[in-house]
T-cell receptor
Framework: QQQVKQSPQSLIVQKGGISIINCAYE??????FPWYQQFPGKGPALLIA?????SEKKEGRFTISFNKSAKQFSLHIMDSQPGDSATYFC?????????????FGAGTRLAVHP | NAGVTQTPKFQVLKTGQSMTLQCAQD?????MSWYRQDPGMGLRLIHY???????DQGEVPNGYNVSRSTTEDFPLRLLSAAPSQTSVYFC?????????????FGSGTRLTVV
């Protein structure tokens, strides 16, 4: 069973548009929610992360929205650019046990058309 | 500062063969982990380690062994390769007891079992 469910599987957005990717989780022990960006042939790289004590975090054109009661979080990419075309993974983790073990969603392949 | 280095980048194995995927990091990270990436499945955790001499199973550990004799190295062993192990394998490392640092991923090993 997938502990972190991600949608959509793929997304096509026009340049300048808003890209929205959604994730949901079940385990209430999760208290750390990062997003990773992966370009073809490369390993994933940390993009932005949020803790559940805030409902939104913004870094440049990237924003995470977090809804603790619904156990959902989402990534918004404003003014999407062709260079944003990549696969995006949401993840969830907790420091229980003294280490940060991440569980990833299935990924969203984003294509931004010029 | 090389980060996380994985070797080899590509490998073709015959069913039943064994091999070791190498992973080394030079950042003195306590936590290291192995993920496999399959289409539509995202990144699934195979094994992880919170320090030298300490390893544990992730979501999909069957058919794989790990050991951690040094802080720097975390090899993944396939005991008897099966076609179901055809995948892209990623090694990741991080400081274990903090959310302030994301995972650093290697560039991956693409494994095909025929």
């Amino acid at each position: 069973q997938q502990q972190v469910k991600q949608s959509p599987q793929s997304l096509i957005v026009q340049k300048g548009g808003i890209s929205i990717i959604n994730c949901a989780y079940e385990n209430t022990a999760f208290d750390y929610f990062p997003w990773y960006q992966q370009f073809p042939g490369k390993g994933p790289a940390l993009l932005i992360a949020i803790r559940p004590d805030v409902s939104e975090k913004k870094e440049g054109r990237f924003t995470i929205s977090f809804n603790k009661s619904a156990k959902q979080f989402s990534l918004h990419i404003m003014d999407s650019q062709p260079g944003d075309s990549a696969t995006y993974f949401c993840a969830a983790g907790s420091l229980s046990g003294g280490y940060n073990k991440l569980i990833f969603g299935a990924g969203t392949r984003l294509a931004v058309h010029p | 500062n090389a980060g996380v280095t994985q070797t080899p980048k590509f490998q073709v194995l015959k069913t039943g063969q064994s091999m070791t995927l190498q992973c080394a990091q030079d950042m003195n990270h306590e936590y290291m982990s192995w993920y496999r990436q399959d289409p539509g499945m995202g990144l699934r955790l195979i094994h992880y380690s919170v320090g030298a001499g300490i390893t544990d199973q992730g979501e999909v550990p069957n058919g794989y062994n790990v050991s951690r004799s040094t802080t720097e190295d975390f090899p993944l062993r396939l005991l008897s390769a099966a076609p179901s192990q055809t995948s892209v394998y990623f090694c990741a490392s991080s400081y274990s007891r903090s959310y302030n640092y994301g995972y650093t991923f290697g560039s991956g090993t693409r494994l095909t079992v025929v």
